[in-house]
């Protein structure tokens, strides 16, 4: 009796699965990174343990580093000219908040200074950024 021999298949690998996989990790990495906006200004921001609301509507950031130096967008202005930028601000761009990232050696007052400000010229909301720090356990 003569048997017949079955015709043997290369393997073939298939990839759709795995491709799909891959694109499934990548969007969720995409998803739930933080992209952080990088400035020029080096300042070492103060250590909270408990995370505030994070709402960012049109917002501005201005940055004062350890010398009291202000700056918006990058670009260095003196606190005379700030009030007029802000106001410039507002108008063109719908300024409705201002994230406030202060050095933690700088002056408390110049800190206070630059709220006023804010405050006066109608800015409804200023948000204080600090590092959130990881709490230890022990």
């Known amino acids: ?49 408990q995370k505030g609301h994070d709402k960012r509507d049109h917002a501005v950031i201005l940055i004062i580093d350890k010398t009291g130096a202000t700056y918006i967008k990058g670009e260095r202005i003196d606190l005379k000219d700030l009030g007029a930028r802000l106001k410039d601000l507002m108008d063109k761009e719908g300024l409705s908040s201002l994230v406030l990232q202060a050095d933690e050696d700088v002056r408390h007052g110049r ?9 006066s010229i109608g800015i409804p909301s200023i948000l204080i950024a600090a590092q959130l720090e990881q709490k230890k356990a022990y």
């Not at 491709?19 to 995409?30: A, V």
């Not at 800190?111 to 405050?119: F, G, N, P, T």
């Open 111 to 119: 800190v206070v200074e630059v709220m006023d400000l804010a405050k």
């Open 1 to 49: 009796m003569r048997f017949r021999k079955k015709k043997e298949e290369e393997p073939v690998l298939v990839l759709t699965s795995l491709t799909d996989i891959f694109f499934l990790i990548l969007i969720f990495l995409m998803c739930t990174s933080h992209f952080h906006v990088a400035t020029d200004v080096p300042i070492s921001l103060p250590k909270v343990v």
